[in-house]
């Protein structure tokens, strides 16, 4: 069984390995899954961009180091995958990751009377992104209700 103390070491200690090879942790989650505990690790660079080698790599890297710990007294499976383009930005890192790309925004309420805004994130603050398409948009992020990563056909 695995404690929430020891989830907490393993999760800081995961967070130590990818930053120390350049990728962040985007979510980390641990559930039982039929007999076994499942490890899922979210992982991608600060500027967006993990490959599957790289998730492959990060996988073995911190399976070797579980291993090594003997934080496991129960049969686990590790994942290690990339966010992808269909995940939810839900702070500011994940803002950050897709600056200069294409992004759909859906509002709370209406802001200059619209509920979605879609266009090129240019800019994270702390409080607003800034988005250019048909116009020019600086929405408070307390306003966001969803907004994910779109791809550009042209």
């Not at 999760?11 to 039929?34: H, M, N, P, Y």
């Not at 090594?68 to 995940?87: H, K, Y």
């Not at 250019?132 to 969803?146: A, K």
Request: hydrophobic share 35%; aromatic share 12%; charged share 30%.
């Amino acid at each position: 069984m695995l404690t929430r103390s020891c989830e907490g070491k393993i999760r800081e200690q995961a967070e130590i390995l990818f930053g120390r090879e350049g990728f962040d942790i985007v979510e980390f989650k641990s559930f039982r899954q039929g007999q076994e505990r499942v490890i899922r690790i979210v992982a991608d660079r600060p500027w967006g961009g993990i490959t599957l080698d790289e998730c492959g790599r990060l996988n073995r890297l911190f399976y070797a180091y579980v291993e090594s710990q003997g934080a496991f007294t129960e049969n686990f499976r590790l994942e290690v995958i990339s966010p992808g383009l269909d995940w939810k930005l839900r702070d500011q890192k994940d803002f950050q990751r897709v600056v200069g790309r294409r992004i759909g925004v859906w509002l709370e309420e209406a802001f200059d009377g619209k509920t979605y805004i879609e266009g090129i994130l240019r800019k994270i603050t702390k409080e607003h992104i800034i988005i250019e398409g048909e116009g020019s948009w600086e929405i408070p992020l307390s306003c966001v209700q969803c907004a994910k990563q779109r791809i550009n056909y042209e």
